[in-house]
């Protein structure tokens, strides 16, 4: 509790200043400008307001800022005449508003970089002199405009957050391959934000990417530059436009990914799918047609309901017991419901209301099954009501 005494700016000789995770309030006093030996401040988790004191940004040795989880408000100056040395700078959960300030990027030392769940509202700034940053967070702030084609300047970035702001423009692939250390790209809840992937070679890919977020960006196609992505684990490519089907070429360069998300596309068939090591597969409001495809045994979460997919379920379903999730719902698929199904003792979701099965509900459930949710409605089933779901205890729908 309390406030920060204006003479924390009589301790001279001060290197390491920590006074996080208290309950200090108030307006920080701009005092930090004789502590010139001061490398590492730390101001986290308080409840500081008003305005960031502008002598911080002057500071000649400091290597670590942090005021993230305040109530700090107000505009980052428009220049520093220090931070020379800042490896680090943590900002972010404070109120922060106006734009992004190129010099951020520019900073020789910076590799650290979180400005996110702020109110910045303005553009990024262009960046003169990109810089070292590994880690970049400008997500849920309200960010407008384009990402200047200088962004894409900043090579050693490995992690790159942006969603959830209102950036606008076009991102075009032979811009964003420039970063090729990048491992993980978030750029969702962008609405006006788009990507254009033109094949411009066998260079044009980011080799080291294992995450790629970029739902709703009017994409109409798979985007060549991840064809050579071998460490790609998510593809989150939900809310686009893409047609066609996975093809088997598509499917075998991704051997290791392990969720995929294609949720309302335009997709008309899958010929294999893809990974070794698939957990979760969301194909939901395609336009996909023919017979269920064969699924990986290590699938845990697999939905592909409302689609047009036909025939009955393959045998080999029975393989699939590791499922946790299983939405068949609003296909038009037939036959009889395998009984194999109630022997799924992970399983907590069995969705195959409106299709066309028939016959009986399948009759053994497992004691102890984890079953939270059953929905067979809107089908052509017949019989009673088998007595092993009482082994069911966690059924709740």
Known sequence: MGSIPSTLGNLTKITFLDISGNM?????????????????????????????????????????????????????????????????????????????????????????????????????????????????????????????????????????????????????????????????????????????SCNNGANSTLPMIIEFHFPSCNMQHFPSFLNASKYLQVLDLSNNQIHGSITKWEAEGWEILITLNLYMNFMTGIEQVPGKHLSALDLRSNSLQGPLPALPQSLLYFLISDNELVGELPPTICNSSSLVVLDLSKNKLGGIVPNCLGNFRRLTVLDLRSNYFRGKIPTTYLRYSSLRTLNLNDNQLEGSIPQSLTNCYSLEV
Request: charged share 15%; net charge negative.
């Open 24 to 196: 200090f309030q108030g307006q920080i006093p701009d005092v930090f400008g004789n502590l010139n030996d001061l490398s590492s401040m730390d101001f986290s988790h308080n409840n500081f307001s008003g305005f960031l004191p502008s002598s911080t940004f002057n500071l000649t040795i400091l290597t670590f800022m942090d005021f993230s989880s305040n109530f700090l408000q107000g505009t980052l100056p428009n220049n520093v005449r220090g931070l020379s040395y800042l490896r680090e700078l943590h900002l972010n959960e404070n109120l922060l508003n106006d734009r992004v300030p190129g010099w951020l990027f520019s900073l020789p030392s910076l590799n650290w970089l979180d400005l996110n769940s702020n109110k910045l509202n303005g553009p990024i700034d262009p960046i003169q002199e990109p810089n070292l940053v590994q880690y970049g967070d400008l997500s849920e702030n309200e960010i407008q405009g384009p990402i200047p084609d200088s962004f894409f300047d900043i090579v050693n970035l490995i992690d790159l957050h942006i969603s959830s702001n209102n950036l606008s423009g076009n991102i075009k692939s032979f811009e964003l391959v420039k970063l090729k250390n990048l491992r993980l790209l978030d750029l969702p809840y962008n609405s006006l934000l788009s990507l254009t």
